[in-house]
């Protein structure tokens, strides 16, 4: 934990701070303010270049992200009142962050470091689909992802059912899914060797008490482990979430800060999505003591964020904090298009290749608008940590990445809003065997075959 | 001062600037009605502007709230208050256990911005909160949103506790959120299902002005 000694003050502060009703909160604070500092910082959008290299402007758009966080501050819906940070908080908390965890177990545990932009050390790969499950798919769900060699983290599809009961939201039935769900993974990783495995666990826990339920070094989420604590876009946060981190911490396990700002949303376009992700991690540091933060912005009427104003802002913010932190920051992507479908591929691989570049750590990834039960398979996701450790080996310029996106862009941006939704899991998965059909293996080959003829040297 | 000038500062989220043109109007002796009419119109422009993401989120809320400030002027003009655009009261909510509520704020800004008063509830709302805010608000409709599937069983237990009470038809039960369809609407008896924040404004006016038909 990072700034976890200071657990009390930030929760005391969400007694004590300035009060504001919460209809006013975004429309009168959030908003107006960052508005004001996308001007004052003097931040564009272009178009034309969805990974720009322009290093005076991503220094710009951290130092708009930290004044907009320590200006704004973070909302308590159930206090009513705002938690505020200083500068010289900031500043220490940013000094006391470790740029290097060690996480997972045993021969399984691995070194996390922070990354530069165009770093040649390739991205740390949490594999997770980000979606719902049959209960009879979860085991198999959870083996075919922990098959892939690129796994660095693995978060796990989420419950519906367990033991053929409908989960109920906070209820009885929530705390079994959340048993029956890490179990799941537990035990596929141990079948396939990987025991040690971190995970990032459990997402099937809608309330903290799902959460704590599970919280067990020997048969439930470990010490060695992380959980997310998530925002209320934007910027507000309540006592259900700050129960989770104070737990985390106590616990001793890592926290991820876990936070989606909306292109269209209150934070406007590109430019307040960048500032907004920047000023997300430093609420993920402060105020819940995260080791990562963890973040998906998408586009308000897709709910993706593989197209160039969404790419754009991912860009310029990797590269904000990149060059201006030790931070580690996942970049998660949501595409438009299902499973074993050409544009999922082309998606998934742009993602993780402007996301690499500009410095994040890579989170593949959430399929067809991240909306429809079993549409994620393990595939799509290790077609786009191919391509982010393809380009970090490469040591690939952003110019040279921002052509080639291009030429990924070309291959689907004219049907984000018309994309086709794939196949669900177990239509183009072996489920016994926990292997991709022939026809679905096929089509990754031979997208990745047009990739590496764009100009990607992978290194298998 | 011009009809259009008014139009185009509403548009823009001008409140103060758009109060002193409609004031000017009237005084100029403009027909509060047509004030009116063009008004919704121009809303209308501005809520297919926002669903093409031409603008966006805080730019219809400021639009919406000169609306207003231009509404409660204008109103006590109209010598015959039944020219007014009438629409319905609504009383929306995220139910229990769902933290979700960005889909749910949305469509309580696009009632708003087409007349529609609205009462929200927030998230994580009682089954038994939406039938009493109702009943306090005498709504014409209740808006549940769900996000997850395992919280819109809760959109079922609104409707099962208002035939409980005896008050089922009473409300318009309109239900929305990404695990919700008309198939889940028919088999749990809502009366409407939109997939999305602008179809509600539209389908609902067109409810209520069925039922005063
Ligand atoms: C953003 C988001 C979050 C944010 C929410 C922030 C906030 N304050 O709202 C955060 C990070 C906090 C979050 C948390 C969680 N989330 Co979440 N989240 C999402 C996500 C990606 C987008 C939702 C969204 O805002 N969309 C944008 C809005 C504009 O769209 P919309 O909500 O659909 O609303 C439109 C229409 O549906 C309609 N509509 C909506 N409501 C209503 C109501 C009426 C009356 C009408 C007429 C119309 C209508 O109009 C709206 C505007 O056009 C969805 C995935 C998805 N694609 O939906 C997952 C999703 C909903 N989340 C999910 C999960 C699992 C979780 C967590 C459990 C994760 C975790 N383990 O912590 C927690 C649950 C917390 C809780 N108890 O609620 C799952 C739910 C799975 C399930 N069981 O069904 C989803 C579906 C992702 C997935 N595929 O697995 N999440």
């Known amino acids: ?460 | 001062m011009s009809l259009e000038e008014l139009n185009k500062l509403v548009e823009t989220g001008e409140t103060e600037a758009s109060e002193t043109a409609a004031r000017a109007l009237l005084a100029q002796g403009a027909d509060p009605l047509e004030i009116l009419d063009s008004l919704t119109k121009t809303m209308e422009r501005v809520g297919n502007l926002f669903a093409d993401l031409e603008i966006f989120l805080p730019e219809v809320m400021m639009a919406g709230e000169a609306l207003t400030a231009v509404v409660n002027i204008v109103k006590p003009e109209l010598q015959n208050t039944s020219g007014e655009p009438a629409r319905g009261k609504v009383v929306i909510g995220v139910v229990k256990g769902d933290l979700h509520e960005i889909g749910k704020n949305i469509v309580k800004l696009m009632l708003e911005t087409n007349g529609f008063e609205v009462k929200d509830l927030g998230y994580d709302v009682d089954p038994l909160d939406f039938i009493k805010a109702a009943e306090e608000m005498g709504a014409d409709f209740i808006g549940a949103s769900s996000l997850m599937t395992t919280t819109i069983p809760r959109q079922k237990e609104i409707i099962a506790f208002l035939k409980d009470k005896g008050l089922r038809d009473k409300y318009k039960v309109v239900i929305g959120g990404a695990p919700t369809s008309q198939m889940w609407a028919d088999m749990i008896g809502a009366d409407l299902y939109c997939e999305d924040a602008n179809c509600a404004a539209a389908k609902m006016a067109a409810m209520l002005d069925e039922k005063t038909a």
């Open chain 1, 1 to 460: 934990m990072t700034t976890a000694y200071r657990i009390w003050e930030m929760i005391d502060r969400s007694k004590t701070g300035p009060h504001i009703d919460e209809d006013d909160f975004l429309p009168r604070l959030f908003t107006p303010t960052l508005k004001k500092i996308i001007k004052k910082y003097e931040i564009k959008y272009d178009a034309a270049t969805p990974l720009p290299a322009d290093d005076a402007m991503a220094d710009r758009i951290w130092q708009a992200g930290w004044e907009l966080f320590r200006d704004v501050g973070v909302y308590n819906i159930d206090s009513h009142r705002i938690i505020q940070v200083t500068d010289e908080e900031i500043r220490e908390a940013l000094y006391v962050a470790k740029d290097r965890y060690w996480v997972g177990g045993g021969k399984d545990a691995r070194l996390w470091k922070h990354r530069q932009v165009e770093d040649t050390e390739p991205p740390f790969c949490i594999y997770s689909p980000d979606i719902t499950v049959d209960e009879h798919l979860h085991h198999s769900m959870c083996a075919a992802y922990l098959k892939e060699p690129l796994l660095d983290g693995f978060c796990a599809p989420i419950l519906e059912n367990a033991i053929g009961q409908l989960i109920a939201s906070g209820g009885p039935t929530e705390i079994n899914g959340c048993i029956q769900h890490i179990y799941n993974m537990r035990a596929a990783a141990r079948q396939l060797g990987r025991p040690g495995t971190f995970f990032v666990a459990v997402g099937t826990a809608e309330h903290d008490a799902g959460q704590i339920a599970v919280s067990n070094n020997e048969w439930g989420v470990r010490t060695t482990d992380a959980r997310l604590v998530g925002s209320l876009t934007e910027f507000k946060t309540a006592d259900t979430l700050l129960n989770r981190s104070v737990h985390y911490a106590q616990y001793g396990c890592y926290t991820g800060s876990l936070t989606g700002p909306i292109y269209g949303g209150w934070c406007g376009g590109s430019e307040g999505v960048a500032v907004t992700l920047v000023a997300y991690s430093l609420k993920g540091l402060l105020i819940h003591g995260a080791m990562f933060n963890q973040h998906f912005p998408f586009h308000l009427n897709y709910g993706s964020n593989t197209t160039r104003e969404l790419l754009w802002p991912i860009a310029m913010a990797g590269q904000a904090m990149a060059r201006n932190s030790n931070l580690l920051y996942t970049s998660n992507g949501f595409a438009n298009a299902g499973p074993m479908t050409e544009m999922l591929f082309y998606e998934t691989a742009c993602h993780a290749l402007v996301s690499t570049v500009s410095g994040w750590h890579l989170w593949e990834m959430a399929s067809t608008r991240n909306k429809y039960r079993n549409r994620a398979t393990p595939m799509e996701a290790r077609l786009g940590t191919e391509v982010g450790h393809a380009v970090a080996r490469m040591g690939m310029t952003r110019e040279t990445a921002n052509e080639i996106a291009l030429k990924l862009l070309d291959r689907y941006e004219d049907q984000a809003a018309t994309a086709p939704m794939g196949r669900q899991y177990q239509e183009c998965y072996d489920v016994a065997r926990a292997l991709p059909t022939q026809e679905h293996y096929d089509m990754y080959r031979r997208v990745k075959d047009d990739i590496a003829a764009m100009g990607v040297v992978f290194p298998f």
